[in-house]
């Protein structure tokens, strides 16, 4: 029987301090928190995703040693991820200040640590499989070591292998060379609305796939996540389609591009075609925002289960 591989996460691991206010305060104001947290997040709430929807995990990312390190210790050997890197002993790791306001949207302040210290040697220790799916997280591409590190590897494994990018909100802000190598070696570019406007020059949705899939490998996919609006999926040598959602009453909307990532890579390993990835990964990001947290990706059977629940409207593509 083949090996229907394994998500391969190049990101970040860091602890989430996440606080529920009503507004963000005006400069120099401020507001007391109605609920907090502290939690291992960042590239955490993407592998959790796959790993609950069924795919084996590979973390390639660092890691410190004190207060937030712990935490992120303790969440990778609870795991059961393949954890290829032993951490470093003298450095913490980083941290992320999420303010979720009562519009659900979340705003991030983030503070680096060992995570941004990744190197060309790491990566040499990532033994790559047949089937295997890299996911490239493009918080890892803001920090210089990463940055120098992560190109040439990923033009290094087998051309067979696919590469899957959520560039994240940063992409506005990383070097123009690391970004571009990075989006030739991508096979499936996912990314939020806003992201796509930023990384196509101000183009609209439609408009927007068109150019992306034109700075991706020849070949390639472009899905625009929209929200509960669902997603907008562009094909080489094919119109673009929306692939619907479904409508719930969202509380968080922290996390639920981690949970589209790691559900749609975790049907792509099982074989699903992309547009029926797509719309798995549409109601597993529905089901995650009406939970408080950032790592709230539903289960697989959560995710059947609404699945099969779907109206006609929104049936098999």
């Not at 960042?42 to 410190?64: C, E, L, P, S, W």
């Not at 970004?179 to 796509?196: F, G, K, M, S």
Request: aromatic share 4%; with cysteine; net charge negative.
């Amino acid at each position: 029987m083949p090996d229907r591989g394994r998500l391969v996460y190049v990101g970040n691991v860091i602890v989430d301090l996440v606080m529920q206010i009503d507004a963000i305060p005006e400069p120099g104001g401020d507001t007391l928190a109605h609920a907090s947290m502290h939690t291992a997040g960042g590239g955490f709430n993407t592998m959790i995703a796959a790993a609950r929807d069924g795919a084996d995990v590979v973390f390639t990312g660092q890691y410190g040693t004190g207060p937030f390190g712990s935490t992120v210790r303790a969440a990778l050997a609870d795991s059961g991820f393949d954890v290829v890197q032993a951490g470093i002993a003298d450095v913490d790791s980083g941290y992320c200040v999420a303010l979720v306001d009562a519009s659900t949207e979340r705003t991030f302040v983030t503070s680096v640590g060992a995570e941004g210290m990744l190197t060309a040697d790491d990566l040499a220790r990532v033994t790559m499989r047949a089937n295997d799916i890299v996911f490239v997280s493009g918080y890892s591409l803001a920090h210089p070591s990463n940055a120098a590190a992560i190109p040439g590897w990923l033009e290094s494994i087998p051309g067979n292998v696919r590469v899957v990018l959520d560039p994240s909100p940063l992409i506005g802000e990383l070097d123009a060379d690391v970004r571009e190598r990075v989006l030739r070696r991508t096979d499936i570019l996912t990314l939020n609305a806003r992201e796509a406007q930023i990384l196509s020059g101000g183009r609209e949705k439609s408009a927007a796939t068109e150019r992306l899939s034109s700075m991706i490998r020849v070949g390639g996919s472009v899905i625009v996540r929209d929200g509960e609006r669902g997603a907008l999926l562009a094909r080489a040598g094919t119109a673009a389609v929306t692939i619907p959602a479904i409508e719930v009453t969202a509380v968080d909307s922290n996390g639920a591009g981690d949970a589209h990532g790691g559900v749609l890579t975790a049907a792509l390993l099982r074989g699903a075609a992309l547009p029926d990835a797509v719309r798995r990964a549409n109601f597993a990001a529905a089901l995650a925002v009406t939970q408080v947290g950032p790592s709230t990706s539903p289960t697989a059977t959560q995710i059947d289960a609404a699945l099969a629940d779907a109206p006609r409207s929104q049936g098999r593509l």
